[in-house]
């Protein structure tokens, strides 16, 4: 049973920098993508960050240059460090594994709050 767990939820104010983990078990990890997304209150769970199996990056335009996405397979952990925070990007964020042909799975989800 595959099981994602993230961490490092908090409030944070404007500016501000965070990381986020999410551990993976279950799984070959390195053969997957991941993914993380998030979601506000009453809004569609959207793309934040992606990186493959080999290490392309792909970012939404709202946090490129700001939030870096990274894997470290030997822990089975992806990472997203997010710098200069903005209050609108406040939501619960969600780690998402998947890979062509194999069962998807999301993590729990992480509060993230930007706010003064």
Known sequence: QVQLVESGGVLVQPGG?????CA???TAFSLYAMDWYRQDPEKQRDLVARISSDGT????DSVKGRF???RDNAKSTVYLQMNTLKPEDT???YCYIHRLNHVSYWGQGTQ?????
Do not use: E, F, H, Q
């Open 24 to 26: 993976a078990s279950g």
């Open 68 to 70: 870096t996405i990274s």
């Open 57 to 60: 990056t792909d970012y939404a």
């Open 112 to 116: 993230v709050t930007v706010s003064s």
């Open 17 to 21: 920098s965070l990381r986020l983990s």
């Open 91 to 93: 939501a619960v964020y």
